[in-house]
C-alpha cells in the first residue's frame, strides 16, 4: 500500500510559479511512476504530467514535472499561473507512466489550488 501527500497549494496570484510536492510513504516509492492530475468540480480530471522510474516524462501544457527518490517526493511545476488553473491537484502513483487515471493505483487526496486575477 502507498499513501500519497499533496502539498504547496494555496492562494496565489495570476502569473505567479508554483511548486507541488507529492510525498509518499513507501520505501520503495522509486520504482513507482507518478502523475499529476487536477479536477474542478464538474469536470473530470485532467492529465498534467508523469513522470517514471527511469525519470522519463510526459507533459502537458505549461507543467513540468521532476522527482527525488532519496525524499520519496515528485514535484510538480507551473509557471504563469491563470485563474482557469484553479482546481484541485492529485498526484497518483502506479506501474508505468500514463495519460489515464485508470492506470494508476493510488492517490492523494488532493490539494487545492486558487489562482486569483
Known amino acids: 500500500q502507498v499513501q500519497l501527500v499533496e502539498s504547496g497549494g494555496g492562494l496565489v496570484q495570476a502569473g505567479a510559479s508554483l511548486r507541488l510536492s507529492c510525498l509518499a510513504s513507501?520505501?520503495?516509492?522509486?520504482?513507482?511512476?507518478v502523475g499529476w492530475f487536477r479536477q474542478t468540480p464538474g469536470r473530470e480530471r485532467e492529465f498534467l504530467a508523469a513522470?517514471?522510474?527511469t525519470g522519463a516524462q510526459s507533459v502537458k501544457g505549461r507543467a513540468t514535472i521532476s522527482r527525488d527518490n532519496a525524499k520519496n517526493t515528485v514535484y510538480l511545476h507551473m509557471n504563469s499561473l491563470k485563474p482557469e488553473d484553479t482546481a484541485v491537484y492529485y498526484c497518483?502513483?502506479?506501474?508505468?507512466?500514463?495519460?489515464?487515471?485508470?492506470?494508476?493505483?493510488?492517490w492523494g487526496q488532493g490539494t487545492q489550488v486558487t489562482v486569483s486575477s
Open positions: 513507501t520505501g520503495t516509492f522509486s520504482v513507482y511512476a
Open positions: 513522470i517514471d522510474w
Open positions: 497518483a502513483a502506479g506501474p508505468q507512466r500514463s495519460w489515464y487515471e485508470d492506470e494508476y493505483d493510488y
